[in-house]
């Protein structure tokens, strides 16, 4: 192997092997290898930034330093790299030629590259495991697992599954799998393997620092950060499968008026449409959309509006998207990708043409009424089968390029709406991929179930996907399969909204059960024909239940000011909105393992209520002096406590002071 020095970066050369190391954003960097003639021109979720690098090349190795990390190339090819003198991460490899403690006979490669056709592989990327490493990040993935070790991930979007693969380690440093293709993750206890399905070449990038704060301001520096949030939907969403008619919309916005509760957002669901794709509203029941946001915007409501990227064959747009290559393409048989009440494509975001297109339709048949938020719901994109091999986009096949669609997608309302000088741009998104903040991507948790498992869930999935760079996350309030009948359901709905208030968003949103209200048409088509859940507004279960949910929507408007303060840091430092412990308090040893409650911001911890009948349960209070929100007891920090939860409390501490 050898060595060639150039500004900011090394470059490494062995047969038919490539490395380039470049400094990249500060105390990082880029690490790609090729197995072509050269490496691809694409950035992939990087932005382009130019650092300068110290590099020095010796007879048996070759260093590369920028800033706090550095890279030790040996003349063999492997690599390591080390924050200081301290060495956080390195390349496995079980080999005759090299110089290594464990037996060379297993021939293992730190890199594999398996031809598939062209310039495009399958490869394998392999890192030594580390003795007590803990994992966090990644993005969503439905499990109570907080600490990803010992935890195998599909790199793949799914409804609820996002395949954000960045972490932080506890060792001191940020890893990111700087690639969009399928493939999956398996954080094992004797070795980490990172597998592409097909690629071009080996791209991650790595950065050390001192704190998680430092390593995801470094990360959020080089792939972007979250806009200012806008104040205007900082308080309650109302949200519901689904509202059937604008009178159905405007009654709700009036009952919020008349009890003089603020609601900052109301939001029309799916099948508000003729058919999938027409993009606009079925006229029988939206009449006058104009008149209906005159009057939202009269009360001060906001109003979201659901967008599908599904076309149906009979849909007015249909024909002309096919003929002028907007969809996203099969490799067999029919075009159908998605068969949930109509016969759909869906079209390409990462077509550019496409995202005009879409966005086109959009703008002409509800921003033009001072529509001004959309729910890009089933944008992962959700197909009847998650066949990954089976679809191809305008830049490649799913397999290599499918987990940044959902990305794309963001972009394209993003940039439609910075187009007509809008500001306050926050879009609600299913599924999201690496850099999606910066596209004003609300991300929320998917069609999950109704029950404490799912709650569980969402708090480490909130969690994880903050450290993976997305602050805007949200889930939906109660979940969303859920049947009111259910004994427990209030109890969950009631534990839900408190967690849901120490959220960046609160929404109310479900499927709610029984579904035996009628239908307003026996068509098979048209904004009448599909069903609708049961009524999901504060009112809806019952006086006790409004009463808890109110206190906690007061509390939540109380605190305004302090969540705007919260936002506008996820801007200024990529920092996540809902922190794990360690976030705050990296010192601390055991907030590194706790994983049942967590920092709103810096200022409060929250210990939410996530089984059934529980009433009350442990909190640990680190460094510092806490004040109960509710009492105004103060403890002091480094302790914990047994805190009580009776329904109508969620523990919730405020930090009046550090030590």
């Not at 950060?225 to 509202?243: I, S, V």
């Not at 002409?364 to 197909?383: C, H, R, S, T, V």
């Not at 609708?532 to 019952?542: A, D, F, H, I, V």
């Amino acid at each position: 192997m050898y060595f060639l020095r150039e500004k900011g970066s090394l470059t490494a050369r062995h047969q038919n092997e490539k490395i380039l190391i470049e400094a990249w954003g500060s105390n990082a960097l880029r690490i790609r290898v090729t197995h072509n003639s050269d490496f691809a021109n694409d950035n992939k979720a990087l932005s382009l930034y130019a650092s300068d690098a110290d590099v020095i090349i010796s007879e048996d190795k070759a260093v590369i330093k920028n800033g706090k990390i550095s890279c030790v190339i040996a003349k063999s090819g492997w690599m390591e790299f080390y924050s200081g003198n301290k060495s956080i991460l390195k390349e496995y490899y079980r080999s005759f030629w090299d110089v290594n403690e464990h037996s060379p006979s297993m021939k293992f490669s730190a890199r594999e590259f398996k031809a598939v056709s062209g310039n495009d592989y399958s490869i394998t990327a392999r890192f030594e495991a580390q003795h007590g490493e803990k994992i966090y990040g990644m993005g969503q993935y439905q499990q109570p697992e907080l600490d990803l070790k010992g935890c195998v991930l599909e790199l793949a979007q799914r409804n609820s599954q996002i395949s954000v693969p960045f972490y932080i380690s506890n060792k001191g440093y940020g890893f990111l799998w700087n690639n969009a293709g399928i493939g999956e993750v398996m954080f094992g206890k004797n070795y980490t393997q990172w597998h592409s399905r097909l690629s071009e070449e080996l791209d991650y990038w790595i950065t050390a620092d001192d704190t998680p704060k430092a390593i995801m301001k470094n990360y959020t520096e080089v792939v972007g950060r979250a806009p200012e949030f806008p104040e205007n939907a900082l308080g309650l969403w109302q949200c519901k499968l689904r509202y059937r008619t604008q009178d159905e919309v405007l009654d709700v916005a009036r009952e919020y008026k008349r009890r003089g509760i603020p609601l900052d957002v109301i939001v029309i669901d799916f099948f508000h449409w003729i058919r999938q794709g027409d993009w606009s509203f079925d006229p029988e029941y939206w009449p006058d959309p104009q008149a209906m946001m005159d009057e939202l915007k009269e009360m001060g409501v906001r109003c979201m509006v659901s967008i599908w990227p599904t076309v149906d064959r009979k849909s007015v747009n249909f024909r002309e998207m096919l003929d002028k290559g907007l969809f996203i393409r099969t490799e067999r048989g029919s075009i159908q990708c998605f068969d949930f009440q109509g016969d759909t494509v869906i079209y390409d975001a990462l077509n550019p043409e496409a995202r005009g297109f879409i966005w086109d339709k959009v703008k002409k048949n509800y921003y033009q009424y001072g529509i001004d938020m959309f729910w890009l719901d089933e944008a992962e994109p959700e197909y009847s089968a998650y066949d990954y091999e089976h679809y191809r986009h305008y830049t490649g096949p799913s397999l290599k390029v499918g987990n940044s669609y959902p990305k794309a997608h963001a972009k394209a309302f993003y940039d439609g709406m910075k187009a007509q000088g809008q500001t306050d741009i926050v879009n609600l998104l299913r599924c999201a991929w690496v850099g999606s903040q910066k596209y004003a991507a609300l991300v929320w948790s998917g069609d999950i179930k109704s029950n404490f498992t799912a709650l569980r869930d969402q708090l480490s999935a909130g969690l994880n996907i903050g450290i993976a760079g997305i602050p805007w996350w949200v889930s939906d309030t109660g979940g969303f399969f859920g049947d009111v009948r259910d004994e427990h359901f209030n109890e969950l709905l009631i534990r839900w909204f408190q967690f849901s208030t120490f959220c960046p968003v609160l929404r109310m949103h479900g499927d709610r059960g029984p579904h035996d209200i009628p239908r307003l048409s026996d068509l098979d088509y048209g904004g009448g024909f599909s069903e609708t859940g049961r009524p999901n507004e504060l009112w809806s279960y019952g006086e006790e239940v409004y009463e808890i949910l109110k206190k906690y929507l007061d509390i939540r408007l109380s605190m305004k000011d302090y969540i705007k303060s919260v936002m506008d840091e996820a801007s200024e430092n990529g920092s996540p909105v809902i922190r794990t412990m360690f976030y705050e308090f990296p010192d601390d040893e055991k907030c590194w393992s706790i994983d049942d409650q967590y920092m709103f911001g810096s200022k409060y911890l929250v210990a939410p209520v996530m089984y059934q009948g529980m009433t009350e349960r442990d909190v640990y209070l680190p460094q510092g002096r806490w004040k109960d929100i509710y009492t105004e007891k103060v403890y002091d920090g480094l302790q914990t406590i047994n805190a009580s939860a009776p329904i109508e409390i969620i523990p919730v501490f405020e930090q009046i002071s550090e030590i």
